[in-house]
């Protein structure tokens, strides 16, 4: 069974730094793309962040760009989201998700629906 269970959220202070974790089960995850998402309180869901099945292709919103880095280690089945300088407004609940679909630069803004795994999410918060 396709299982994804993020892990490493928590408090930090503005400018500091969180590494998540998403670690993938019962599947294989280099045949799939990842994307984090995000959803702060009263807020629609955001893709952060995607990361095609090699590793070799990655997209990042506008809003996270320069300071977050998605990678990925295939054969630990775990995708990772290093996020520096965080901000207040970067405070959110942290999904990860798979899909079959070949990876493209727009899948993580506008297509959100194609992605049909996603873990529990790990809660992030910034704040003095």
């Known amino acids: 069974q396709l299982q994804l269970v993020e892990s490493g959220g928590g408090l930090v202070q503005p400018g500091g730094s969180l590494r998540l974790s998403c670690a993938a089960s019962?599947?294989?995850?280099?045949?799939?793309?990842i994307g984090w998402f995000r959803q702060a309180p009263g807020k629609e869901r955001e893709g952060v962040s995607c990361i095609s099945g090699s590793g070799g292709s990655t997209a990042y919103a506008d809003s996270v760009k320069g300071r977050f880095t998605i990678s990925r280690d295939n054969a630990k089945n775990t995708v990772y989201l290093q996020m520096t300088s965080l901000k207040p407004e970067d405070t959110a609940v942290y999904y990860c998700?798979?899909?079959?679909?070949?990876?493209?630069?727009?899948?993580?803004?506008?297509?959100?629906?194609?992605?049909?795994?996603w873990g529990q999410g790990t809660q992030v918060t910034v704040s003095s």
């Open positions: 019962g599947f294989t995850s280099a045949y799939y793309t």
């Open positions: 998700a798979a899909t079959t679909m070949t990876f493209n630069q727009a899948m993580c803004a506008r297509l959100p629906q194609v992605f049909g795994s």
